[in-house]
């Protein structure tokens, strides 16, 4: 059913899957079609993509090799860390008004203090997945018996705050990005698709919101389509959001509505090379590839994703850094865990309402801790032989194998959500 609705899009704003999920089987007949009502002016969603986890488990090119396989001007929206009804009802109302359909990734414990918003974010037709119990930094360092029940207890919270627990998406975003083979070997076995992004905004940052608004246009430019990876407990991200909204429109951006293949809703039929955010034929020409050193990510477990994906400053520089061949980018999958600073600030909790009130002085300290990294590797690369670097590069294998080992050695107790057992 959902195979028709690949892609309708017209010049008018079309709305799909209106009644959720469900709503979807309808996508593609003119019946399903509708304006925003009482919002002309409304961006919309233009298409609904169906995705299987199984086909394409790891997704987003900050840290991954392929992506959503967007056209060139699409753009998926993704909201960490809620529900915290200050903030999320208002993004709610923002995305109601422009009849835009996002990704909420779900923290158990704010989905156990404020199962109201869960239901609220699913009766609106947005995708919920989750995005662990307690959102904790260390995922990258976890025994499995650790990061099981923060994983479980995140989907199990969320589930339970449903009226129909099969709503629940096969997503899962690691709080922080703190990537780690065990992990993503876990949440693979059980069908659950690992989603990173292609951008962020930075909205967890001491940014003002017109930062928040330049950074992920200014990224979303570099990049032509992509994940945008926002959170809705910031009051700097409402106060971005319809700007942001704004600027896509004018831009020409259309707004993409994911959704997980199940067993009466086929993937929308792709093909591999789309899930690549530029394909093999396309890559040699483009210049604004991040392209980092790949000796960077072999002296350092740590990946510099603010600073990789903050072109506003690599205009200038970007050519004179090695570009990545094919056959380094083939060499792995995925690339090691973004640095530490990455999210220094910890993010939805108690921490993040107090983190607001933050002295300069501390907001400095936390500005300084984020260069440190860019420090330690200029040094590093100093001290080596480009030759050297190469044959580093060559030889580099992704994070945290130790976690993968730990992972095969411990039996996964089946989980007890019943939309996740037997997903196809
Ligand atoms: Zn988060």
């Known amino acids: 059913m959902i195979g028709s609705s690949v892609v309708v899009r017209t010049r008018s704003w079309i709305v799909l899957c209106l009644g959720g999920f469900l709503g979807c089987s309808a996508v593609g007949s003119p019946a399903a079609l509708a304006d925003c009502p009482g919002h002309p002016d409304a961006l919309g969603t233009s298409r609904t993509l169906v995705v299987d986890p199984h086909e394409h488990p790891r997704i987003g090119t900050m840290q991954y090799r392929e992506t959503l396989p967007l056209k060139d001007h699409e753009i998926v929206l993704t909201f960490d860390d809620g529900p915290l009804p200050k903030y999320s009802n208002q993004v709610l109302k923002i995305l109601d008004d422009e009849c835009i359909k996002a990704t909420f990734f779900i923290i158990g414990s704010q989905a156990k203090a404020n199962p109201e918003g869960v239901r609220k974010l699913v009766a609106a037709g947005h995708t919920v997945g989750t ?21 479980n207890g995140g989907i199990e919270w969320t589930s339970a705050a449903m009226t129909d627990p099969s709503q629940l998406a096969p997503f899962f975003r690691i709080p922080g990005l703190m990537r780690a083979e065990g992990v993503e070997n876990y949440l693979i076995s059980r069908g659950i698709q690992v989603w990173s992004a292609d951008f962020p ?224």
């Open 131 to 151: 995005h662990s119990m307690n959102h904790p930094l260390t995922f990258d360092r976890m025994p499995v018996e650790k990061f099981e029940p923060e994983i």
């Open 201 to 424: 905004a930075d909205d967890w940052r001491h940014v003002s919101s017109d930062r928040v608004y330049q950074l992920a246009i200014q990224r979303l430019e570099a990049k032509g389509k992509g994940i945008l990876l926002l959170h809705d407990i910031q009051a700097r991200t409402v106060a971005a959001l319809p700007k942001i909204i704004r600027d896509l429109k004018a831009r020409g951006y259309r707004i993409v509505h994911v959704v997980p293949a199940t067993a009466d809703r086929p993937a929308t039929p792709t093909n591999p090379v789309e899930w690549l955010l530029h394909r093999p034929t396309e890559t040699v020409p483009i210049a604004r590839w991040p392209a980092v050193p790949t000796f960077v990510f072999t002296q350092t477990r740590t990946l510099p994703a603010p600073s990789l994906a903050d072109l506003n400053a690599q205009t200038e520089h970007q050519s004179l850094l090695p570009r990545r061949t094919k056959g380094q980018m083939d060499l792995a999958s995925t690339l090691p865990v973004p640095g530490r600073a990455l999210f220094a600030i910890p993010e939805g909790s108690v921490e993040v309402l107090l983190s607001t009130t933050l002295s300069r002085r501390a907001a400095t300290r936390l500005a300084m801790a984020a260069e440190t990294p860019h420090t330690v590797r200029g040094k590093i690369a100093k001290g080596r032989t480009a030759k050297s670097q190469a044959r580093h590069a060559a030889h580099a294998s992704p994070a945290a194998p130790k976690h993968a080992a730990q992972v095969k050695s411990a039996t996964p107790r089946p989980t007890r959500v019943a939309s996740l057992k037997k997903r196809a």
